[in-house]
């Protein structure tokens, strides 16, 4: 896959110019040369060159405008700044905007296409890169599903031996692991998969209206009912009915559900005729449904009927192997749908990822890295990207530092730190304020005024000490 790199040179001394031009070309390289910065920005916007070689004093549009451009416009082509003698801070200023490198005048060719051939060759990394992960990607992604972790390949194995059956499967796991990607994924997989898959949210309605949406009614079967109407397990018929949040359902609608389960047959409410159907059942849960069986506040005979196979997913905590991989499939997501140019998360964030406990898990993670596509200022999301959940997992000092943004006075960032770090100490010394003074070196008294001031005083302990 093979193509000539193309190449641009912007540069309004003539010679120089035809001579960058005349020894990149005999390397084989496509080049463009242009003699001022805003016919070099017109090609930037308009075509696609891997390197871009320009001076930086150029009359009117300057090397240093280009390169600001030429990052928002076209972030995979590779910059290089040609600087004067003597005019290295400039250069520096270049790097840290965003170029790749710097030459100073006088040079030689042969120095040059050295530099060139780097980054051509730093292109080509990050095309086979990007390449690379979007084949990852294909290995672990499942319908959409993304993970690859032991736990979840073990699912991905199971709905796919279940998705060629009719049996019914029951999908549990807590909110936000993806039962309702899986639901999907069993029905696109199965041989129903071009007929219709209908979700129901069992806990959006009322017993009354639930009822009549899952079997229908007839007309005037109740007040309102001015017509008869067609419930979702008839129009499933041939497809797949998605029953979410199934635990929430009331005694009564248990009882018709079981029915339908052993026999496939209802009527619909106020009606006599008996109606026959061909659905497959999925049901989903947050609740432990076996459990709520034993209790008695769940029918013990439909829990049955409705776990003939049960798919459990893992708590995210639980598959921390799945984390980045998720994140970058996020990262791509929205950073496409904002036309933003996000890879990458810096350091410190990944390492509050993979600490954090994602109670709302894969859900909760996706929002997280939405808002940081969202915030994220320069290519890469830092930690006062996240939510404030996220950010302070770590320990006080490294939370304090990240979330404060360097820009608050010194007195206030030290109160702040301060107060963590009491809050902190009085934890690990198991709520003991004795020990907790030994520990940071101060009085109990003095312990007792900075809890006071930073709001660390419980009611309780407020009445014993006053
Ligand atoms: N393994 C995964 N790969 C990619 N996206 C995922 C994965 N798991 C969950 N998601 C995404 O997380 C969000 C929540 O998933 P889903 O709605 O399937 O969860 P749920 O278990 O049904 O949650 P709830 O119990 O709250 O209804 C969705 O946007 C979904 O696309
Ligand atoms: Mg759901």
């Known amino acids: 896959m093979y193509r000539t790199p193309n190449i641009l040179i912007i540069d309004d001394e003539p010679l120089m110019r035809i001579s960058i031009s005349d020894a990149l070309k005999a390397e084989g390289y496509n080049i463009t040369s242009i003699e001022s910065g805003s016919d ?3 090609a930037i916007m308009d075509n696609f060159y891997d ?78 890169n990007i390449y690379l992960k ?171 009927r409705l776990n003939v196979v049960p798919v459990f997913l893992p708590p995210l905590r639980e598959r921390k192997e799945d984390i980045l991989l998720l994140v970058e499939h996020f990262l791509d997501t929205y950073s496409k749908q904002m036309n933003k140019s996000i890879k990458n998360l810096s350091l410190e964030v990944r390492e509050l990822l993979l600490k954090y406990d994602f109670p709302g898990n894969v859900r909760e993670l996706e929002n997280a890295i939405e808002r940081g596509v969202t915030l994220c200022r320069d290519g890469e999301i830092q930690p006062w990207d996240l939510p404030e959940d996220i950010c302070s997992c770590c320990d006080a000092g490294f939370k304090v530092a990240n979330r404060l943004h360097y820009s608050e006075p010194l007195s206030s960032a030290l109160s702040v730190f301060e107060k963590q770090y009491v809050s902190r100490v009085i934890e690990e010394a198991g709520g003991n304020k004795t020990l907790a003074a030994r520990m940071l070196g101060i009085s109990r008294k003095t312990l007792w005024e900075k809890c006071k001031a930073y709001g660390l005083v419980k009611e309780k302990e407020k009445e014993m000490e006053d």
């Open 134 to 304: 979007e084949k990852i990607e294909d290995k672990y992604n499942f319908n959409g599903i993304i993970g690859k972790s032991d736990k979840m390949k073990d699912v991905f194995e199971k709905v796919k031996v279940v998705a060629q059956s009719d049996t019914t499967v029951l999908i549990t796991g807590e909110s936000g692991t993806g039962k309702e990607l899986v639901a999907n994924a069993i029905h696109y997989n199965s041989p129903r998969k071009d007929e219709a898959v209908i979700k129901v949210s069992c806990a959006a309605l009322p017993e009354t209206l639930l009822e009549a949406e899952l079997f229908g009614h007839e007309k005037g079967a109740f007040t309102g009912a001015l017509k008869q109407k067609k419930g979702r397990f008839e129009l499933a018929h041939k497809g797949t009915l998605f029953l979410d949040e199934i635990g929430e359902i009331s005694p009564t609608v248990q009882v018709k559900l079981l029915r339908v389960l052993q026999e496939r047959e209802f009527e619909r409410v106020g009606g006599t005729e008996t109606i026959s159907v061909d659905v497959r059942i999925i049901c989903a849960t947050q609740r432990d449904l076996k459990k709520e069986a034993q209790k008695g506040s769940f029918r013990e005979d439909l829990y049955y």
């Open 51 to 128: 390197v871009v070689i320009t001076d930086i004093r150029l009359p009117e549009v300057d090397g240093l405008q280009i390169l600001k451009k030429c990052r928002q416009a076209s972030p995979k082509t590779k910059i290089l700044m040609i600087t004067a003698y003597g005019s290295v801070e400039t250069a520096v200023e270049a790097m840290r905007q965003g170029a790749y490198d710097y030459i100073t005048k006088p040079f030689s060719m042969d120095e040059l296409i050295i530099i060139v051939k780097r980054l051509i060759r730093l292109r080509d990394l990050e095309d086979e």
């Open 40 to 42: 070099g920005l017109k």
